[in-house]
Structures are given as structure tokens and as C-alpha cells.
């Protein structure tokens, strides 16, 4: 891996922005599709990213970039999108119908655990044993999370977790996929792209699902545009940027940040509850993404 991959300063931006915006969409998404909010789960995530690949469509329209994109690349990009949009923020969303937004965040922030697996599975290389301790830890850090919900939740409250714990493996999938298989297309193309068809997915979701139509209340609808700029437009294509510019496991540090903001801002704005054993389970979570971080990142310097 060559040295001005790792230290880009443009993928180091991008990740900053990852690490700030990402964070507070747990709480916007909360805000969209709590009850009473008026929008089904799978209508707003439908609207939100169709309007998000709009805008970053009609931005590439503007700089006049590269629009079309080829048979093989459709079936590459389909496929991410898919994964990452319709089954990782997919289920995300719906979760969180039931799922305080730091709770979800927290069980979200296992994804670099997933994509260390997800890699390992695409080398066709064994784990070594300290990334196998690394994963046990936080996953140790998972069952300690979700085992109060497993344990006396409702079905609305074990089907969220179910959901919770599907969608990063579906993301690192995603993710792992996409960057394996760059686009030639610019950055704003490529996620305006995946977002579109996302959007398709989700709309399917809804005609299978029945969902009725959507009444939003006002906080709904700020909560959708925020998702709209900061979650559709800015940050997922930052999270793109980061993917073309920088190795995966530094891509998925990410998963340190979030959930500690998410977990403040839905205790500050939502009084949502911070025990002793989200406080235990968030510890062993970051110390096993810690240990991943540590082992991917010295392989990939001795390379």
C-alpha cells in the first residue's frame, strides 16, 4: 500500500467530516420515524436519499463530469448500494423506530469489527489469533449491550436489535465491495449514483412492506433535511472520498467516534439512558475496535 494513500490529507478531511456529521445522524433519524413522527421508515429513507443523489447528480451535471456509467460498473455499484444503503442504513432506520438512538449507534460502532471479518473472509486469509481476541473483546462489549433488550424487550425492541446488529455487516460488506471495485467516475457522481439506487431499493421496501403514507410532523421534516445535506450530500460522499483515499481499517475508525457523539447527543436533546452497562458495553465495543484498528494499521505499514 503505497504511502500517499495512507496519509492523505484530502482522506484525513474527509474523515473528519465522517467523524462529526455521522455521529449526529442517529439522532436526526431518531427525530424522522420515532412514533408519531408521521414517516414510515422506509418512505423517508426513500425520499431522503433520492433527494441526496439529486443534488449530487445535478452537481456533476454542473462541473460537467463524467455521467454515464457502464454495464460492469452498474453491477458493482448496484451491488454496493444495495448492501450499504437498503440492508446497513436500511435497517438502521427501521430499528430505530423502537432503538434509542445511542443504543443503535453503539451496536452500529461494531462495524469495524465486521469489516475486519468481511476482509479477512475476501483474502481467504485465517484471523490471527490478536485480531480474533480483538473481535471477542467487542463483541463481548455487543452481548453486554443488547443482552437487557434480548433479554426482557418486547418484539418491536428484539426485532430492532436483530436489525441493529444485520446492518453493519451489511456495510462492511458494502463498503468492502466498493472499494475493491472503484468507480471511474468522480466522487460526487459515484455516491449521487448509489444513492439513486438505494432510493429504488427502498421504495421497493415500501410497496412490499404497505407502508402508508406519510404525515411528517415538523420536527420530521428538519430532522429529513438535515439527513438530506449533511447526512446524503456531505457525508456520504466524504465517506466515499475517504474509501478512494484511504485503507479500510483507518476508513472504519470512524466507529471510535460516533457512537460516543450519538450517545451524547440522545441523552442531551432526547434524555435518552446512559446506565452502567451501556457504559461497560461502549468500553469493551471501543477496545475491541481499538485492537482491530491497531493490528490492521501495523500490517498495513509493514507492507
Not at 431522503?48 to 439529486?54: F, T, V, Y
Not at 465486521?114 to 463483541?139: C, D, I, K, T
Not at 467516475?185 to 402508508?212: N, Y
Request: charged residues 10%; aromatic residues 12%.
Amino acid at each position: 500500500m503505497n504511502e500517499s494513500r495512507r496519509l492523505s490529507g484530502t482522506g484525513l478531511l474527509a474523515m473528519l467530516v465522517v467523524y462529526l456529521v455521522w455521529g449526529s445522524t442517529y439522532l436526526a433519524i431518531r427525530y424522522a420515524v420515532r412514533e408519531g413522527s408521521g414517516f414510515p421508515p422506509f418512505t423517508m429513507a426513500a425520499t431522503r436519499i433520492l433527494a441526496g443523489g439529486a443534488i449530487l447528480l445535478f452537481i456533476g451535471l454542473l462541473c460537467r463530469y463524467r455521467m454515464q456509467v457502464s454495464r460492469a460498473e452498474w453491477g458493482w455499484l448496484s451491488l454496493s448500494a444495495v448492501l450499504m444503503w437498503n440492508g446497513g442504513n436500511g435497517m438502521v432506520t427501521w430499528a430505530e423506530q423502537h432503538a434509542h438512538s445511542g443504543y443503535a449507534a453503539l451496536v452500529v460502532g461494531t462495524t469495524p469489527m465486521f469489516s475486519a471479518l468481511v476482509e479477512s473472509a475476501f483474502n481467504r486469509r485465517r484471523p490471527s489469533s490478536g485480531l480474533v481476541l480483538s473481535l471477542l473483546v467487542g463483541f463481548a462489549g455487543l452481548f453486554l449491550l443488547t443482552w437487557p433488550v434480548l433479554h426482557r424487550g418486547t418484539h418491536g425492541d428484539l426485532g430492532a436489535t436483530l436489525a441493529l446488529v444485520a446492518a453493519p455487516f451489511c456495510w462492511s460488506l458494502g463498503s468492502t465491495i466498493q472499494q475493491r471495485h472503484p468507480l471511474r467516475l468522480p466522487v460526487v457522481v459515484s455516491a449521487g449514483w448509489q444513492q439513486v439506487v438505494g432510493a429504488l431499493g427502498f421504495l421497493v421496501l415500501v410497496v412490499l412492506t404497505g407502508e402508508p403514507r406519510p404525515h411528517p410532523a415538523p420536527e420530521a421534516w428538519w430532522a429529513w433535511g438535515y439527513l438530506v445535506l449533511f447526512g446524503s450530500v456531505l457525508s456520504f460522499t466524504a465517506y466515499v472520498v475517504a474509501l478512494r483515499r484511504l485503507p479500510m481499517p483507518v476508513v472504519m475508525t470512524y466507529g471510535y467516534v460516533n457512537p460516543v457523539i450519538a450517545v451524547l447527543l440522545g441523552w442531551f436533546f432526547l434524555h435518552e439512558t446512559v446506565t452502567i452497562t451501556t457504559l461497560a458495553g461502549m468500553a469493551l465495543i471501543l477496545a475491541g475496535v481499538a485492537g482491530v484498528f491497531r493490528l490492521k494499521h501495523s500490517s498495513a505499514c509493514a507492507d
